[in-house]
């Protein structure tokens, strides 16, 4: 489930439960995690929401604790293939970013989100060259990829409140981490399997994710640097 599908099935619920929701203050807290303080907002039984959203399918678990709601989906890894697929994910007006284009090192954060970019577009070359295709993104387990999935989940957010800035360099920090620590290509002989596919599908979300925010801040994403 994307947030906004998670902020819709909230809204719902609260709707349901007697209240209006025009915005229920989603925040993505981990990979598939989300919390919200909608019901003590628009004044409505907290615990009456939650029965509400536990129906929705793809939600996995929801907790109230001191009227805030903590809702986790089924499978957060899925979130990858849900911006993998859609070009406008996380789309929204936010201010513009001027960043340098030099010095071309980590120390340049626009350098670090760029480069991140153009990292994501390479395993996609590559992995098209080698006959990798993306997959289903099951498997996704290791700390940095749970990390980046969990960043994915952020960005609408930020995107609301027009600031993007500085979790464009948090979101291409978590790829340069998955990129160079959980492979998604084949190396050393290796034969292309489910988890390279899964990693190929992770690294086109980072992609989409990457670009849209880059162009949102006042940029064209560049596939090489």
Request: charged residues 25%; aromatic residues 6%.
């Amino acid at each position: 489930m994307t947030p906004g599908e998670v902020s819709a099935a909230l809204g719902r619920a609260v709707e349901r439960a007697g209240g209006c929701a025009a915005d229920v203050g989603l925040r993505c807290v981990g990979p598939g995690v989300y919390r919200s303080p909608v019901a003590l907002r628009v004044g409505v039984d907290a615990e009456v929401v939650a029965n509400f959203v536990r129906d929705v399918a793809g939600i996995g678990a929801v907790e109230v604790d001191g009227g805030f709601l903590r809702i986790v989906v089924e499978r957060p890894e899925e979130l990858a293939s849900d911006v993998a697929r859609n070009p406008s994910y996380g789309w929204g007006r936010v201010k513009a970013v001027a960043w340098a284009d030099r010095p071309r090192t980590f120390d340049n954060p626009g350098f670090r989100v760029r480069y991140a970019y153009a990292r994501a577009a390479a395993v996609g070359r590559r992995a098209r060259d080698l006959g990798v295709e993306a997959g289903p993104p099951e498997g996704l387990g290791r700390r940095e990829e749970l990390a980046l999935l969990a960043l994915l989940g952020e960005m609408p957010g930020w995107v609301r409140q027009g600031e993007l800035g500085g979790f464009l360099v948090r979101l291409a920090d978590g790829f340069h981490d998955v990129y160079e620590r959980c492979p998604a290509l084949p190396q050393g002989g290796e034969e292309p399997g489910a988890l390279h596919a899964a990693r190929v599908t992770l690294a086109e979300a980072a992609r989409v994710a990457l670009g849209n925010g880059l162009k949102m801040i006042g940029e064209t994403p560049r596939e090489r640097i």
